[in-house]
């Protein structure tokens, strides 16, 4: 990966020079299980005291990934980034639809039915391309000023509006009777809870969203993330960091980022 002169990739022979509450910068952060992404943006703030801190795309709190934090002038461009393509591993487990179409749902149905691996992987490339998709109830969508999932749980009847996305790849890595796992990349606007429900009302099976790890936002990788104790023993004890964890952003030199795919869309 290049670099441009303005725009510098964090490691460990230049982490030093950053100022953790002063500098404009991108955190690639892994999420952890049951922590909302505002909890994650409210200790990341802690931690490294910068007066703004942000993120690029809400992850629900059962799932746990990537995770993009932009600190002070870095939140400019958090809609940039959020157009990028993302990267999921889910795991659906068969025989129950829930309500959120997620673990932490009400059952709504149960149903014994089950499908080959074989129909299964058929039924998978249909969703391959532009499809339209409804977002689940229990989304953090705006319907009339009000998040659905607040009016969803107050027992509102709501009308989600249908999206058009894109399914970019659709890959089965493992096939059981009763859970599958998927790898899938698609485009913003993705609900994977609705497509794993859609999929699965399509094979004529109940099934749900048992997990879900996001494993890239464009260029910042699962493997490049750093956990919060990680980045509390980075600020305060100017300990390691993976490469590609930390991405500075030399905003004085008019550092922008048109297209988040690789450090060369990175232009001054």
Same mark, same amino acid.
């Given at each position: 990966m290049s670099l441009t002169a303005n725009c510098i990739n964090l490691n460990f022979t230049n982490l030093n020079k950053i100022n953790f509450k002063e500098d404009n910068y991108w955190i690639n952060v892994n999420k952890p299980e049951n922590y909302s992404s505002a909890k994650v943006v409210a200790i990341i703030k802690k931690i490294t005291k910068a007066k703004k801190v942000g993120h690029a795309g809400t992850l629900d709190p059962f799932a746990t990934g990537v995770l993009a934090i932009a600190v002070n002038k870095s939140t400019k461009q958090s809609e940039l980034l959020m157009k990028e393509r993302k990267g999921y591993l889910v795991t659906i487990r068969f025989g129950e639809f829930k309500d959120s179409d997620d673990i932490t749902g009400v059952t709504e149905s149960i149903s014994k039915n089950r499908i080959s691996k074989e129909n299964f992987s058929k039924i998978l490339a249909n969703f391959i391309g532009k499809i339209t998709q409804t977002p689940s109830k229990f989304s953090a969508i705006k319907i009339n000023g009000e998040r659905a999932y607040k009016l969803a749980r107050q027992n509102q009847e709501i009308e989600m509006p249908k999206r058009?996305?894109?399914?970019? =790849? %659709?890959?089965?890595?493992?096939?059981?009777?009763?859970?599958?796992e998927i790898e899938v990349e698609c485009s913003k606007g993705t609900y994977i809870r609705s497509l794993t429900r859609s999929i699965c009302e399509e094979a004529n099976i109940a099934g749900f969203t048992e997990k879900l790890q996001r494993t890239k936002i464009g260029y910042l990788k699962i493997e490049s993330t750093i956990l919060l104790d990680e980045l509390k023993n980075i600020v305060n004890f100017n300990g390691s960091v993976k490469k590609g964890s930390f991405i500075a952003l030399n905003?004085?030199?008019?550092? =922008? %980022?048109?297209h988040l795919d690789g450090f060369n869309s990175l232009e001054s």
């Open positions: 058009i996305i894109e399914i970019y =790849k %659709i890959k089965l890595n493992k096939f059981e009777n009763d859970f599958c905003v004085e030199n008019n550092c =922008k %980022i048109d």
